[in-house]
């Protein structure tokens, strides 16, 4: 197996990644802010969106893009009703994850040249968590899974985008997976429906607030104050705390970020609640 070095090195095809959410852009906006990376958002089918990252973290931090993504859509998942699907590649690797509230993430990975190098039983348990054919779908993933000289990492990506148009995946052709971060981003910009995430303040802040509290996410956010807002906030904190002493034993930056934001978002949801309190 490729060593982290030959994954974050200059050679080779540059990375990207694309997270996909089970929701309306509505809804992901403003929870997407808080990872503090600059995105751009486009609708990517009647119930999902794409989030495109700019890719700071494996570009200027060395971060191999695996974890760093795999981090994002676990403090996604964790923070919201909904699941979140990596989408990930580099010079030798591509691969997903899915991550649904706390459940364990599932995935798989394949090498550059496509030969598959996760479990079988993964793409079983994804299907069944995202709604798949127990039958046809699954079989279709499992030809992901087997040895194919003629497909590579990009062409099983694609593959896997084929089979999730079974449950309304419909990825923009333009935002094909394979393709330079920095690309993807520009792409997805000249869209007439792209939203640009980034961390939010003054008016921007205060009327995503306005919108998103009028939405079916809103009960869940920490400026309203209510009981499943701070059960949320109790969840985050729970969870973030040990997620980030495990980045931190094995210094895995993508873990670490994770862990962080959701220990963050929590406390911030927390202290909300105790300083505005719902008349």
């Given at each position: 197996m490729p060593t982290e070095a030959g994954r974050t090195g200059p050679a080779g095809p540059a990375p990207g990644a694309l997270l996909l959410c089970r929701a309306v852009p509505g809804a992901v906006a403003p929870v997407a802010h808080l990872l503090r990376e600059p995105m751009q958002l486009v609708r990517a089918g009647d119930d999902w969106s794409v989030l495109v990252p700019e890719g700071g973290p494996w570009r200027d931090g060395g971060e191999p893009v695996d974890r760093v993504v795999t981090g994002w859509a676990t403090a996604l998942a964790v923070g919201t009703p909904w699941p979140v699907l990596?989408?990930?590649?580099?010079?030798?690797?591509?691969?997903?994850?899915?991550?649904?509230?706390?459940?364990r993430p599932v995935g798989f990975d394949w090498l550059g040249s496509g030969v598959p190098v996760?479990?079988?039983?993964?793409?079983?348990?994804?299907?069944?968590?995202?709604?798949?054919?127990?039958?046809?779908?699954?079989?279709?993933?499992?030809e992901l899974a087997k040895p194919d000289s003629a497909a590579d990492a990009r062409t099983r990506l694609r593959g896997l985008?084929?089979?999730?148009?079974?449950?309304?995946?419909?990825?923009?052709?333009?935002?094909?997976?394979?393709?330079?971060?920095?690309?993807?981003?520009?792409?997805?910009?000249?869209?007439?429906?792209?939203?640009?995430?980034?961390?939010?303040?003054?008016?921007?802040?205060?009327?995503?607030?306005?919108?998103?509290?009028?939405?079916?996410l809103g009960p869940w956010?920490?400026?309203?104050?209510?009981?499943r807002a701070r059960a949320l906030a109790l969840a985050q904190v729970a969870a973030g705390v040990p997620l980030l002493?495990?980045?931190?034993?094995?210094?895995?930056?993508?873990?670490?970020?994770?862990?962080?934001?959701?220990?963050?978002?929590?406390?911030?949801?927390l202290a909300y609640g105790l300083t505005y309190p719902r008349d």
């Open positions: 990596a989408l990930w590649w580099d010079a030798d690797h591509a691969g997903f994850l899915l991550a649904s509230g706390f459940r996760g479990e079988d039983e993964a793409m079983r348990t994804f299907a069944e968590r995202v709604g798949l054919d127990p039958v046809l779908d699954v079989q279709a993933l499992d985008l084929a089979v999730l148009a079974r449950v309304g995946v419909s990825l923009p052709p333009e935002l094909a997976p394979g393709e330079p971060a920095d690309r993807l981003r520009k792409a997805a910009a000249l869209r007439p429906d792209s939203l640009p995430v980034a961390w939010p303040g003054g008016r921007e802040a205060v009327g995503e607030r306005h919108t998103v509290g009028h939405s079916r956010m920490p400026w309203t104050g209510g009981p002493a495990w980045g931190l034993r094995r210094r895995n930056g993508g873990w670490v970020a994770a862990g962080g934001l959701l220990l963050a978002n929590g406390t911030l949801g």
